[in-house]
Every structure is written in C-alpha cells, then in structure tokens.
C-alpha cells in the first residue's frame, strides 16, 4: 500500500478563506487591491504584505521508502492585509509596492528552481523544509535591502536600478515562473 503525505507552508499567517491575489505577469497591482486600514501611526505610506505558500506531497511505500513527492509553490498578495494612506499615495509608490510583489515572485521562482534539483530520497521532507526556510530569510533579507536603498521608494535613481535588477533576475528563472 502507498501512502501520501500533505503538508501546507504558509510564509504569512493567513486567516482560513482570506482572499488572495496570486502573482501573475500580466496583471499590476491597483490600489484598489490594498484593503486594510492604514496605520496612521507609522510614516509609511504604504505596506504589500505577500508571500510564499508551499505545499507537498510525499508518496511513500508501505515499508516507508519514498518513492515520489510532488510541491507547489506559489506567490500571493493579501489585500486585507495591505493598505496605503490615500492623501500620500501616487502612482510612483504603487510601483515600489509593485516591485515588493515581484520580489516575492522572484523568491518562488528560486524555490521551484532550488525543488527541481532535488532526488527522491527518504530526506526529502527535511531537504524541502530546509530550502522552504533558506528561501523565506533570503525573502525577508533582499525586502529589506530593496526598502533600504530605496528609502522606501524616496532614490528615484535606486528605485529605477532594482526595477531593472528584479526584472532582470524575473527573465534569468522564467522557466520557473508562477502559471498564469
């Protein structure tokens, strides 16, 4: 008899049934996307809160030798988590908030890109754990990076250089990217 494991990785917290927007190459973020209240006690005009979910599954033989697994990997928006302060936004900000969303894109692809060299192997729940981590910290760090060097969107000049970097770096794993 085989047996099938399912495990789902969420890297925000995620109330059950929140609605999600799923990265997609075709379509930009709006504001109109961004439904949570602003925080009217921090400076930032705006926060994207998105992230990575992971899932998979493990098929195992009845001695428990792994014989299979399959993952998923996807990158999503949370509008009830996002927001901005209308009187401060423009189209200038929506598009560093823009880039925060196709960082996190990027990172999915990294992770598919890092699953696909993967070996079936009775490690791999570890191994899949430990690349799903890696990818969440390298997530966090290259955010804060971005959000550093552009002062939040404020260096015009840096804000254009990560545009043209994340894009770059979108082509270079486009064998990865998130199915449309």
């Given at each position: ?6 495990v789902?990785?969420?890297f ?29 006690k921090v ?18 033989k ?26 401060r ?14 960082i996190?894109e ?8 890092r ?8 490690n ?33 000049e840096?804000?254009?250089q ?16 998130s199915v449309?």
């Open positions: 008899m085989i047996r099938i494991v399912l789902l990785c969420c925000l917290s995620v109330q059950k049934d929140e609605p999600v927007l799923p990265w997609n190459a075709s379509y930009k973020l709006a504001w109109t996307d961004f439904k949570a209240k602003p925080n009217d400076s930032a005009v705006a926060i994207t809160a998105s992230g990575i979910t992971f899932g998979y599954s493990i098929t195992k009845d001695n428990g030798q792994v014989t299979r697994f399959k993952s998923e990997v996807h990158a999503h928006f949370y509008p009830e988590q996002s927001w901005y302060k209308k009187e936004a423009n189209n200038h900000i929506l598009g560093h908030e823009q880039l925060h969303f196709h996190t990027l990172y999915a692809r990294k992770f598919r890109q699953v696909s060299h993967l070996k079936v192997s009775n791999i729940r570890k191994e899949l754990k430990t690349i799903h981590n890696s990818i969440n910290k390298e997530l966090a760090q290259m955010q804060d990076n971005y959000d550093d060097e552009t002062n939040y969107s404020i260096h015009v840096s804000q254009l990560w545009k043209t970097y994340i894009t770059g770096e979108l082509q270079k794993l486009s064998k990865f990217k449309d």
